[in-house]
């Protein structure tokens, strides 16, 4: 290091007791490839699969596609380090890995608000849906989500470019992230932990608002639906939506609105790897285990590669 410039940073990771490090490396390992696999099983139904070309799908395949890319820009790494005893990562590598899963986790509050703005159309606005929720609208949702995505991200993140390092390059994370970096740096960082928090508040507020909106419009017809039937299948069809939100915004919460989670560097390690790997785990199963048509695609799909390849 020479004038607060480094070229490496060392991540500490979760633990150095061997055998929990195996342990670990065994549960993320199992984790990702779950997540992999399920995110991307998702994202392929929905190109094969006909019944599932609707605005609901179109929106789930992204969110599939955001997961693999949020759960990638982290744990392979960690893998890595653990299974090479190699912490060492590259200032460029660093804040690429800053970039893609800040890009990826902001992007991914705002496309949860366009799914609840899909579920109220559909349940409040039945015979305008296809008018409304048209391809292009849907193309021009996506592409706003990662658009403020981007837009939220660059301040804090030209502010963390800007951050000197004097006397340790050593992260006490499994990852590179603002906090932890802002924790090791020489420079003055008011600025910049007011700015995380400011975006932080502004992104959870404003989609929370929108979904929690959303959803109060779409109880509020539901109850007024004459019989009990249409009133679960009504519910059904938001009931994946909704456990995702409470996932996501459960964990976000705790990290950047509890002052013990601020306090306690190991619980916020540990609620972020929630939130790299069990999370985008998860969210597969939720939606398929509570969708018939998805469950019904993937029957369709396995029958179909079976003749396949017995042809």
Known sequence: MRNGKITTFVLLGLT??????VLIFIFLFLAYILSVTGNLTIVTLTFVDSHLKTPMYFFLKNFSFLEI????SYIPRYLYSIAT?????????CFIQVFISDLCGITEFYLLAAVSFDRYVAICKPLHYVTVMSSRVCRILIISCWMAGLCILIPPFILNL???????????HF?????PLVEISCSDTRLMEQTVIICAVLILNMTLTFV????????????RFPSVQQRKKAFSTCSSHMIVVSLTYGTCIFIYMNPTAKEEVTIKKVVSLLIF???PM?????????????KEAFKDSIKRTALLSTK
């Open 282 to 294: 998860l969210n597969p199963f939720i939606y398929t285990l509570r969708n018939n048509q998805v």
């Open 175 to 179: 990852g590179c992230d603002a906090f």
């Open 162 to 172: 800007n951050l000197k390092f004097c006397d340790s390059n050593r992260i006490d």
């Open 16 to 21: 150095d007791d061997p055998e929990l490090q």
């Open 212 to 223: 929690v909106l959303s959803y109060a419009y779409i109880i509020k017809t539901v109850f």
């Open 85 to 93: 005893g190699d912490k060492v990562i590259t200032y460029n590598a």
């Open 277 to 279: 790997s069990v999370s």
């Open 69 to 72: 890319s949020l759960t990638s």
